[in-house]
């Protein structure tokens, strides 16, 4: 059974920093794209970060040059780095999996609050 757990949300001010941690069970965590969505209250969820099992990043361009993100294919974790926080970066964040291609068969995480307020 596929397994994703979040960590790392909470209240911050306009300029703060967190680090998003998500760790996954029941797949073979290095064949998998990871990836963390976000969804604002009254919006679409929307990917905020990607990695591929290659290396390769992609990144929504309003968060380019603040996030990062990283994994650790021995401890099966991604991460999500969030720096210069924004009030707009408020939401829940999703940590999501998916092999290859099998955009079907995706796992998400239970979602993590992240605030941004003064």
């Known amino acids: 059974q596929v397994q994703l757990v979040e960590s790392g949300g909470g209240l911050v001010q306009p300029g703060g920093f967190l680090r998003l941690s998500c760790t996954a069970s029941?797949?073979?965590?290095?064949?998998?794209?990871m990836g963390w969505y976000r969804q604002a209250p009254g919006k679409q969820r929307e990917l905020v970060a990607g990695?591929?099992?290659?290396?390769?990043?992609e990144y929504i361009d309003s968060v380019k040059g603040r996030f990062t993100i990283s994994r650790d294919n021995a401890k099966n974790m991604v991460y999500l780095q969030m720096n210069s926080l924004k009030l707009e970066d408020t939401a829940v964040y999703y940590c999501?999996?998916?092999?290859?291609?099998?955009?079907?068969?995706?796992?998400w995480g239970q979602g993590t609050q992240v605030t941004v307020s003064s």
């Open positions: 990695l591929s099992s290659s290396g390769s990043t």
């Open positions: 029941g797949i073979t965590f290095s064949f998998y794209y």
């Open positions: 999501y999996a998916r092999f290859r291609n099998d955009y079907r068969n995706a796992n």
